[in-house]
């Protein structure tokens, strides 16, 4: 690292590979003792909650769920179990919550599981996180713990992805599914976190004063996502939104001086390409991200080219390090300190008298 400024962000940015490596190995060792929870619970739905990035992670995780089990899923942000005078779900079926915290001490998210102890007999409990000790470990009937995803950057990178990985591949397991468990153990050597350095440093050369992060399908977390670590660590206004929703009016400020990300798949692309077309005539700058690039996508200024060979469902993992990469150059780039970004805490935490009327 060439700067003294961002060096611990950075430096978790690049340990990806190693932590996902790490996390393989984990769930694996955990398999059998997960798989026979899951067959005795027999769980009608599947509900995931976190805050801030693990928000994110749960958007994420659910799109993923579902589309692999075809069991009804749902996520929330814990705040709104928690704070809700019901609950935002049905709960008279035999419920998983799975929690993602990559400290287990957010404050809104322990009260929610503890809400949920007490109040929601038929739900139980699998929390995702990195850190094994925390209030949470203590309160929960399963965890995944993933120690080699402890950061001490303020803003999460590598706990996020990481906390991703393993549901995908308790997913994979659970269902029996080999071609999307040995996709995903294919993910670390599919990292090439380096691959984009001058890309990314020359869209950060345009100096956007105004970002817009979008994507379809599960792409839509890794926007919201992306969208907040823009903001978190070089305070450049951002936003996300679903890229087809764009047709409705939600980039009509779009101008010269917006970076406009479009995160597309294979599912919806001839779509997204009509997108980006119209993006074009606000004369903003258009990056693309995408698995390889063809003519229903039209033309953009920047395009990064996953070429990763996997499918939309277990690829999309490979977009959160260049966002978090994104992030990362446009706060060099103000001179800013991704490693401590204002008004972010590595915890969040809230007095919880807030919360009662």
């Excluded at 277990?314 to 780039?333: K, N, V, W």
Aim: with cysteine; hydrophobic share 40%.
């Amino acid at each position: 690292m060439l700067q003294q400024r961002g060096a611990i962000t950075f430096n978790e940015i690049m340990q990806q590979n190693e932590v996902w490596k790490s996390t393989i190995d984990i769930v694996n060792q955990k398999r059998q003792e997960l798989v026979s929870w899951f067959s005795k619970e027999g769980f009608g739905q599947v509900v995931f909650m976190g805050a801030g990035s693990s928000f994110h992670a749960a958007l994420i995780s659910s799109r993923f769920f579902g589309n692999i089990t075809g069991v009804a899923t749902s996520a929330f942000p814990s705040v709104e179990i928690f704070a809700g005078q019901k609950l935002p779900y049905e709960d008279r079926r035999k419920t998983l919550v799975v929690t993602f915290s990559r400290s287990g001490e957010t404050s809104e998210t322990l009260w929610a599981i503890e809400r949920l102890k007490a109040k929601s007999p038929n739900s139980r409990h699998l929390l995702i996180s990195a850190n094994e000790s925390s209030p949470m470990a203590a309160v929960v009937e399963q965890a995944l713990f993933i120690p080699q995803a402890k950061e001490e950057s303020n803003v999460s990178t590598k706990a996020f992805t990481s906390s991703i990985l393993a549901m995908k591949l308790l997913t994979a397991i659970l269902m029996k599914n080999n071609a999307v468990y040995e996709e995903l153990v294919k993910l670390p050597e599919k990292l090439e976190i380096k691959k984009f350095h001058k890309e990314i440093q020359k869209i950060t050369g345009i100096k956007p004063v105004h970002i817009l992060v979008s994507g379809n399908g599960i792409n839509y977390g890794h926007a919201c996502e992306g969208s907040s670590l823009i903001k978190k660590m070089s305070s450049i206004s951002s936003e996300c939104n679903y890229t087809t929703e764009l047709r409705h009016g939600n980039a009509n400020h779009a101008t010269q001086n917006m970076l406009a990300v479009v995160i597309s798949g294979d599912s919806l692309m001839k779509a997204d390409g009509y997108i980006i077309g119209e993006l074009s005539q606000s004369k903003c700058q258009r990056l693309v991200i995408c698995e390889k690039a063809d003519n229903r996508l039209g033309n953009s200024d920047f395009l990064i080219e996953l070429g990763s060979g996997l499918s939309e469902y277990t690829r999309d993992l490979l977009i959160a390090p260049i966002m978090q990469e994104l992030g990362f150059y446009l706060a060099i780039s103000k001179a800013y300190n991704p490693d401590k970004p204002k008004h972010t805490s590595h915890v969040v935490t809230w007095k919880e008298h807030f919360f009662q009327e």
